[in-house]
């Protein structure tokens, strides 16, 4: 089956650099979820989007932004970067289901702030 | 958003059966209850979703009360290879204008001998 898809897999920036994360999600699922996870920590939630529209918005830098696009693929992007943003990034996906909502992960982008 | 409480950490050995309690005393009405598995440095990985009784799958089985106040994972003959953090998520997974994205909480590191 086919899972959520996220490039770059690596990606090695310096300080003040911008960077820009893709996600491609599930076939048919119409809601993109952004986490952010640093070495030794849980997972902590972003952004989300539903049909194109923020719906849910969490601990999110100002630094950082993001949209969904009409083919229903994610961006997340980064700017000013700080050795802080360091972290995995991961993508999720799902499709809005009266009786219940499975939220499925990509593997995970791996930024690295030097 | 329901707060979780898992125990930090669990030790059992292969071909036991796991028992992981979740606690969320503040879940509300339209809240699901989702289970992830954690490899390092993978992404989080759906094991087991419900709402309320019992709820089985082929990996999992998941145990909640009638007052929803907790609820228990249980996996079947485990192996080395269950070794791995796991995640109890509680939130309203369909709101008005989309999903909220769920927020992780600490999640319960297991560790299975031989």
């Known amino acids: 089956a086919a899972g959520v898809i996220q490039s770059p897999r690596h990606l090695i920036k310096e300080k003040r650099e911008t960077a820009t994360l893709k996600c491609y999600p599930i076939p048919r699922h119409d809601t993109v979820y952004w986490y952010q996870q640093g070495p030794g920590q849980d997972p902590q939630f972003l952004i989300s989007?539903?049909?194109?529209?923020?719906?849910d918005k969490g601990s999110i830098p100002d630094r950082f932004s993001a949209q969904q696009f009409s083919d229903y693929h994610s961006e997340l992007n980064m700017s000013s970067l700080e050795l802080g943003d360091s972290a995995l990034y991961f993508c999720?996906?799902?499709?809005?289901?009266?009786?219940?909502?499975?939220?499925?992960f990509g593997e995970g982008s791996w930024l690295t702030v030097v | 958003l329901a707060k979780t409480t898992q125990p930090i950490s669990m030790d059992s050995y292969e071909g036991q059966e796991v028992n992981i309690t979740c606690s969320h005393n503040n879940i509300a009405t339209n809240d699901y209850i989702t289970w992830y598995q954690q490899f390092p440095s993978q992404g989080p990985r759906f094991i087991i979703q419900?709402?309320?009784t019992k709820v089985t799958n082929e990996v999992a089985s998941l145990f909640i009360p009638a007052d929803r106040k907790s609820s228990t994972l249980s996996l079947p003959r485990v192996s080395l290879s269950d070794t791995a953090v796991y995640y109890c998520?509680?939130?309203?997974?369909?709101?008005?204008?989309?999903?909220?994205?769920?927020?992780f909480g600490k999640g319960t590191h297991l560790i299975i001998q031989p």
């Open positions: 419900g709402y309320k």
């Open positions: 999720a996906s799902s499709r809005l289901l009266s009786s219940g909502n499975t939220i499925y």
């Open positions: 998520l509680v939130g309203l997974v369909i709101s008005g204008g989309g999903a909220d994205g769920l927020t």
């Open positions: 989007f539903y049909e194109k529209m923020q719906s």
